[in-house]
């Protein structure tokens, strides 16, 4: 679904973040991607879902067939690619059902396909909020405005339900939750889990990891792919830290 | 001290046709006519607003009619009064069978009690010319303890090339009286012409009036609008001023607060393009205690557009517990844009509780960004968080049918869906 050959990718007119980066994520996987602080984790993400302000200096990026740098960010949705955000902007006025009736509509007439009906919209939005525990009432509010930290994140996996993306890359989704919400959250994931989709966890801690079951997981460190292994390696890694690898490595 | 050589004022309205001598309000105008002169840049109150091009051509005064269906707002169920090119098109007009309601010319307006309650204000060149050469109007009086049971429509038309439109109106709300005053501006093959219209009115004690004006001119068309209020005694004035057409449009607004315990609305939406320019110039004068005013304006400025606002509140040393809020927010969509924001308090009490504001922004990149990463495309990302922007003003307009128009109006001319 996704192949991410030799990627490097720099902040506008600055330094190099990411320095040849490989990955590939196939239908029905979970990877998880941890690493250290300024590994470019959060880079990696900003430069899959489009975000201005980075670089593509080498290298390629395959989703399902189309060339992924080459699209704008809104066409990527449109391809079926999901970020759920580290920090999820408030938008004051823009209520959250109005703007996902849009994004949706316009997602449907870009594959051909036909307007959702008023009924079935509401329909999903119920399922959506409640997978989630979302009340309708912050469904319907400004996106994310006076919402609590834990209230955002959520709100990010509602709005993951609704769009129901091929591929969802959630962004430290874990960092700043509570147990509860952590537990929303992720069971929230693993109910959209399917054989069809693929989900990239970038984390800093295992505990998500508890929760989601990864497939695989990645070490990222200076901008590359050091290791990968299976969900073991975060629990050897949650023990022993990051340095015992690059120290694997220089032998 | 500037010498007037030639009076630009006099020349300016030299073919006018001459009004009947038997108005003392004309006969004042005029004489203060003569001493005048238009305001240029280097007057405070115009400082950015520039007339001069406008005020040396020439303006023709033709009758006409048109069709009131063509301006008929759906669901409004209103009494419709037709004005084209500053002549009321009675044929055109409807007064509905409303006990609470009086609509006369506005020449029946009696000018002994005019005179009384406009007394001491500040006229300008514009709202002289304006009361000296009027061609129409109405004048409408709402009776005491009563509440009209239709909205009052001021349909507003200019049919032709380089016409002036003098109209002008009186609303008179009895005590204890409420009413809804629309007042719609529209325009057709219009280059070149000149509104130049006065609304004017006495909201006595415990009454309340609403007026939501709705400017759509065309980009070629000057718009100058005076508005006077006075209101008494524990009444309520709200005006919502919406504003898309023209190409230099002025909206002057001065209420005077001649009571204790009066509320005072102003709310404004003003979305600009190509070269327009709007001016929302606002006074609200307290001379009692205990009263409350808000204002709140909104710009969108696109293109090489540019907007001007200029919010006054005056608390006079008696005024004492005062609260006044008043806040301008912009948001500039190019680099060519621009906006002059200036809210002004002037307190001479003590004890009130007084706040202004003003921003002039772009829209938030970071929340543009964040629609478009869920399928949004540019265009309709910044569509959604300008209709955001501007859509708190115009939730203020509390007539579900108006809204719909106003809706409507915004779809057609902006692509703006709310």
Redesign the interface.
């Given at each position: 679904m996704l192949t991410i050959k030799n990627l490097h990718a720099s902040v506008e007119e600055g330094a190099e973040i990411l320095k040849g980066l490989n990955l590939e994520v196939k239908a029905g996987e979970v990877h998880a991607i941890m690493g250290p602080n300024g590994s470019g984790k959060s880079t990696l993400a900003s430069v899959l879902?489009?975000?201005?302000g980075y670089e593509v200096t080498e290298g390629s990026v395959d989703f399902d067939g189309a060339d992924l740098l080459d699209l704008?960010?809104?066409d990527?949705?449109?391809e079926g690619l999901?970020?759920a955000?580290q920090y999820?902007?408030e938008?004051?006025?823009?209520s959250n059902v109005?703007?996902?009736r849009?994004?949706?509509n316009?997602?449907r007439e870009?594959r051909k396909e036909d307007k959702l009906s008023a009924k079935d919209f509401l329909a999903k939005v119920k399922v959506a909020s409640n997978l989630v525990e979302l009340n309708d009432k912050l469904s319907g509010r400004?996106?994310n405005v006076g919402f609590s930290g834990g209230e955002k994140k959520r709100n990010e996996i509602f709005?993951m339900a609704m769009?129901e993306p091929k591929l969802a890359i959630l962004d430290e989704t874990d960092s700043g939750l509570d147990i509860d919400a952590l537990r929303i959250v992720s069971e929230g994931v693993n109910k959209l889990r399917n054989k069809d989709n693929a989900i990239i966890l970038i984390t800093h801690y295992q505990r998500l990891l508890e929760y989601i079951q990864p497939d695989f997981v990645h070490v990222l460190s200076d901008g590359k792919i050091i290791k990968t292994g299976g969900k073991d390696l975060a629990l050897e890694l949650e023990e022993r830290g990051y340095d015992w690898i690059n120290e694997e490595i220089a032998q | 001290m500037e010498v007037v050589v030639d009076n630009k004022v006099l020349e300016f309205v030299a073919d006018f046709k001459k009004p009947e001598a038997s108005s003392e309000v004309r006969k004042q105008a005029m004489a203060a006519l003569s001493g005048m002169d238009f305001p240029t840049t280097r007057v405070e109150e115009w400082k950015y607003t520039r007339v001069a091009k406008y005020v040396k051509r020439k303006y023709k005064q033709v009758q006409a009619t048109v069709n009131v269906e063509d301006y008929t707002i759906e669901g409004l169920d209103a009494h419709e009064l037709v004005f084209v090119n500053g002549y009321f098109d009675e044929a055109q007009s409807t007064i509905k069978d409303d006990d609470a309601v009086s609509i006369q010319k506005i020449e029946e307006l009696n000018e002994e009690y005019y005179s009384d309650v406009v007394d001491g204000t500040e006229e300008n060149v514009f709202s002289l010319i304006n009361k000296a050469y009027q061609t129409g109007g109405v004048s409408v009086v709402v009776k005491k303890n009563k509440k009209a049971k239709h909205p009052i429509h001021l349909i507003h038309v200019v049919d032709g090339e380089e016409l002036i439109a003098n109209t002008r109106h009186f609303v008179h709300l009895e005590s204890g009286s409420k009413a809804e005053v629309v007042a719609t501006f529209h325009s057709k093959n219009s280059t070149n012409s000149f509104t130049n219209v006065a609304l004017e009115g006495h909201v006595e004690s415990n009454a309340s009036l609403t007026i939501n004006k709705l400017q759509t001119e065309a980009k070629d068309v000057l718009h100058i609008s005076n508005e006077f209020f006075v209101q008494d005694e524990g009444s309520n004035f709200l005006i919502n001023t919406i504003t898309t057409g023209g190409i230099l449009t002025r909206n002057g607004l001065d209420v005077i607060v001649e009571g204790e315990n009066c509320h005072t609305e102003m709310n404004g939406a003003y979305l600009g393009t190509e070269n327009q320019h709007i001016d929302n110039h606002t006074i609200i004068d307290q001379l009692y205690s205990n009263c409350t005013s808000s204002e709140l304006y909104k710009g969108v400025m696109d293109d090489k557009s540019s907007g001007v606002f200029n919010g006054k509140v005056i608390v006079r040393q008696d005024a004492q517990k005062i609260e006044a809020y008043q806040s301008n927010k912009n948001i500039l969509l190019s680099k060519g844009a621009n906006v002059y924001s200036k809210p002004e308090l002037e307190i001479y009490a003590d004890d009130v509780r007084c706040s202004h504001g003003s921003t002039i922004g772009e829209l938030?990149?970071?929340?543009v960004?964040?629609?478009?990463?869920?399928?949004?495309?540019?265009a309709?990302?910044r569509q959604?968080?300008v209709?955001?922007?501007i859509?708190?003003v115009l939730e203020k307009v509390e007539n579900e049918a108006l809204r719909a128009y106003i809706d409507k109006l915004f779809l057609t001319d902006f692509g703006w869906e709310f």
């Open positions: 879902a489009g975000k201005d704008e960010a809104e990527r949705a449109k999901f970020l955000f999820p902007v938008i004051p006025g823009v109005n703007f996902l849009t994004a949706m316009e997602i870009y400004s996106v709005q769009l | 938030d990149e970071e929340a960004y964040y629609l478009r990463s869920r399928g949004i495309s540019e309709n990302a959604l968080l209709a955001a922007f859509g708190d």
